[in-house]
């Protein structure tokens, strides 16, 4: 049973529209649970109409507690199943009209009573990562809510990559997400070349200051490695965004 999302901006109680806060705070507030989120995705939902804040008389944005716990309901129901906007549009409407949504649970041999369910093909609710690692063509093409020609564009230039053995593991689908965002603004494939270069220039900082530890044989040491590659990554990434807003002067609003 997925947990019911209060409503929009327009049905907040008097407490919460007392609590009206920016975006900035939005995405800091949402940024525990979901460190890769941002603001260009946050204005993304607002366009697809899947939250409204409520603006100021000069115009920025003001969102609610309940806009908030929206905002998060919607990406667990991307994180989590990798659901498309349009099936999350859908539901979010049914749990207004007050229905209750059921996704079926995998059985003990990975399958579930219905064989297209988002559980079956990226596992099951509330894990991290999906407990089946890898995607094939079709449900990337899904997730991304893109077709195989784009697929193929994003693979030709080095954006999106099967993984050893075939498929395509949590990450791509990230990516492919990301890409097709900012292809909604009108940035090609080409344009974000520049980004993929740069992006592994910093991988190759991290694995340097890495790989000793990997190399180790302390267990304890090898595992302490894992976590100082994902803190590293996490604040590779927060460093990459602030520079770029840095260098845009990009205000929080």
Do not use: C
């Not at 890495?210 to 590659?229: D, G, I, K, W």
Request: aromatic share 4%.
């Amino acid at each position: 049973m997925l947990r019911t999302p209060t409503g929009g901006a327009g049905n907040g109680t008097a407490a919460s529209a007392r609590r009206l806060v920016s975006i900035g705070t939005v995405l800091t507030m949402l940024r525990e649970e979901f460190p890769e989120v941002t603001i260009s995705k946050i204005r993304f939902l607002e366009a697809e109409g899947l939250v409204e804040p409520r603006r100021t008389p000069s115009g920025y944005r003001k969102f609610s507690t309940d806009d908030v716990e929206r905002l998060a309901h919607i990406l667990r129901l991307q994180r989590d199943h990798y659901l498309p906007l349009k099936v999350i549009r859908e539901q979010l409407d049914a749990l207004v009209r007050g229905e209750q949504i059921r996704i079926p649970a995998p059985t003990a041999h990975g399958e579930s009573v219905d064989p297209m369910s988002p559980v079956v093909i990226y596992g099951e609710v509330g894990r991290e990562r999906p407990t089946v690692a890898r995607v094939g063509r079709a449900e990337l093409i899904a997730a991304a809510e893109v077709d195989e020609v784009q697929l193929v564009e994003w693979e030709s230039y080095g954006l999106i990559a099967e993984a050893p053995g075939g498929g395509f593991d949590a990450e791509a689908v990230t990516v492919a997400r990301l890409v097709a965002d900012l292809g909604r603004f009108g940035l090609e494939p080409r344009h974000l070349r520049a980004m993929k270069a740069a992006a592994d220039r910093e991988a190759g900082l991290v694995e340097q200051v890495v790989s000793p530890l990997r190399r180790h044989r302390n267990p304890q040491t090898r595992a302490h490695a894992e976590a100082t590659l994902k803190e590293l990554a996490g604040l590779s990434v927060r460093l990459h965004e602030a520079l770029v807003q840095t260098a845009l002067g990009v205000r929080l609003h």
